[in-house]
């Protein structure tokens, strides 16, 4: 496969990660505005800083007002995250790569383009947002849908789900390293009204706030939510999780290959962490350095993989 | 489709009978259907210069156009003809040039053409093939009456319309491949990778590897190369993949630079290779140039055939067919001023009302004067034009080109069209029963370019 065919998908697929990442960050903003009395600016504050892009709002705003935060989230093109940037992004890399994708997934993906397109020509109202963000995750998972429906398990499904994975750890990671210290178990108060919302809130923004109830059965508690999202291989958007798929994506591409990279020690070792260690050891450590560490560990991966199969 | 007493044309009369017997509004709306299909495929292309409408439909009307085998036969002679007189001419304009010494051609029309390549005097590609992949632009004026309008050499476009087309019409109304006899034209992409890998150059070790280049997703034409290199199950790539490495060109895979034998390239001479040609071009491949000489790849179609389908060449193709086959050409050339020589540009200034004159480098309609359609006022303009560049263009008479039915909302209309054939050649000249129909959508309208609101349709060749 061409090298260029390889990072085409890589990113293809890591932009309607991202994209449905930041309708799911958006959903969980207007959710925390819900239920709060008084106003939420600092909510959108932390929407934005999770979503990597506060500083790219400040150069185009002067203040920051929910309505402008949703509306940049959503569909400014001069921030790389905002749905539509992603969206347009994963259409232009799908269309590169359309000689390696099945009819059924690049059609989802074209029709995914074209609905949003139109979905988020102008404005959206604040009555439509419901709506929007729930058209946005449907066709994203049409997409996915279609994915893995069709395609075979060859180098080209390998790829794209490294793509899709390194992308939705550095989401949950970043989730993680904005709110951290909701997570402490020394600055919480726990059980206060203002941790449930916190806590419900991070779980909302990786669409785990049903889930948790059934794994931990128990009422929110710190330890146990960032349990949920860094070491629970059963959860689909827990770092662990993702590492096992990394890593066993690179796995396959080795065996075919007969060869293996930096990438793949690197891999190896961020997902042996994560296996081996327990939520107190991950507390013990320091949250904050652990998930800053993770990061940068996340991103040296993307490099390598690049570096490995000669994206450029 | 209909003869003087207003009955269907013979190869019409099956399809006659079956619209006679449909609703008009399930007919109108299947049309939309295929709209849908065409816009979620992605089957697109790019107009130049709209910078928010970046990709655009080619409208399409589902009435089928219809030729019988019996015409079809006559027409395919004619164009085998003068596919083998093109490639026997580049062969000989870049050889011995028996034809300027012959004095059939006068040498500065070849000498002081831009398309024309002095990096490929004393080469001969491999397999002595200059032009792989020819669309020979046709329109009918009359039963048996055809006229060839310009030969694309260069890159022709607009296959995947005819295989996409004939596949919409296949899903949309099944019935009536069982009622015709239809020859089919789906095996385009298998003939073409075959056609492409006979072609291997002699530097090529074992099974011959085919490569599609494009110069990307913003082209125009992306669609169509993503299309066939899919089709074809070969790769798709760009200059930027591909590198000359060890007198061979090879693209960055995965697994490291693997060689490529035959690239069938839909980038211009131009941009090929910024060593030999534009330097500043970024779609090409430094030194390909020199990998080609060497017999180490193959380049589809071959650089510099642009010399044969250039509109100042196309008005000698007559001599040229006869030259090189011995014949009289089977097909008709549209008469053809060439404003350079001043007792034609005489006329042509005189007659401006009643000519379609076009520049000698031209394509896509562009920068074109229909004078019968033109206003007094764009005229006066063009006739300056050509004054100050008469070189620049040539002028041909408007032909009475036959019409074939369109679906309209008030049922059918008559719209004039044209033809391109798909030609491909390697040992033996290999011709598509069929090929792309471009109509033009406004009634009365004689220019069929897509980029200038020209629609297709499905292009049916009967078996007898």
Known sequence: ?312 | MMNADNSPRQPYTTYNDWYAAQDRARLIAKSKDAENIFRKTGITFAVYGHADSAEKLIPFDLIPRIISGREWRKLAQGIEQRVIALNAFLDDIYHKQEIIKAGRIPRELIERNVAFLPQMIGFRPPGGVYTHIVGTDIVRTGEDQFYVLEDNARTPSGVSYMLENRETMMQMFPELFHQNRVRPVENYPYLLRQSLASLAPPGCEGKPRVAVLTPGIYNSAYYEHSFLADMMGVELVEGSDLRVIDGKVKMRTTRGYEAIDVLYRRVDDDYLDPLTFKPESALGIPGIMDVYRAGNITIANAPGTGICDDKAIYSYMPEIVEFYTGRKPLLENVPTWRCAEPDSLKYVLENLADLVVKEVHGSGGYGMLVGPTASKKERTAFAEKLKTRPNNYIAQPTLSLSTVPILVNKGIAPRHVDLRPYVLVSDKVQIIPGGLTRVALKAGSLVVNSSQGGGTKDTWVLED
């Open chain 1, 1 to 312: 496969m061409l090298g260029r065919t390889a990072n085409g998908l890589y990113w293809m697929f890591r932009y309607i990660e991202r994209a449905e990442n930041s309708a799911r960050l958006i959903d969980a903003g207007l959710r925390m505005s819900l239920t709060r009395s008084e106003a939420t600016e600092d909510d959108w504050d932390g929407v934005l800083q999770s979503s990597g892009v506060r500083d790219i709002y400040d150069d185009t705003h002067e203040k920051l007002t929910s309505a402008d935060a949703i509306d940049f989230l959503l569909r400014e093109r001069s921030n790389p995250s905002s749905v539509m940037s992603c969206i347009d992004a994963g259409r232009n890399n799908a269309r590169m790569v359309r000689t390696a994708l099945t009819r059924e997934t690049w059609e989802a993906t074209n029709e995914c383009w074209l609905d949003l397109k139109t979905l988020l020509a102008r404005r959206v109202k604040a009555a439509d947002l419901p709506e929007v963000i729930d058209a946005i995750k449907r066709k994203t998972g049409l997409i996915r849908g279609a994915f893995h429906g069709t395609m075979l398990r060859n180098e080209i499904f390998n790829f794209s789900r490294i793509g899709t994975f390194i992308e939705r750890a550095d989401n949950t990671a970043r989730i993680l390293d904005v709110k951290y210290y909701v997570l402490l178990p020394a600055v919480s108060q726990v059980g206060s009204s203002i941790d449930n919302v916190q806590w419900e809130s991070i779980l909302r923004s990786v669409s785990a706030h049903r889930s948790y109830g059934w794994v931990y059965e128990a009422e929110y508690k710190a330890s146990n939510i960032a349990d949920f999202l860094i070491l629970n291989g059963r959860m689909p958007r827990s770092l662990a999780y993702c590492y096992e798929k990394i890593s066993s994506n690179l796995g396959y591409l080795a065996r075919e290959y007969g060869e293996a990279h930096n990438a793949h020690a690197t891999a190896e070792e961020t997902l042996a962490s994560l296996r081996s260690h327990s939520i107190k050891d991950v507390m013990d450590q320091g949250l904050h350095e652990y998930i800053e560490n993770f990061i940068s560990h996340n991103n040296r991966l993307g490099q390598e993989i690049s570096d490995g199969y000669r994206f450029y």
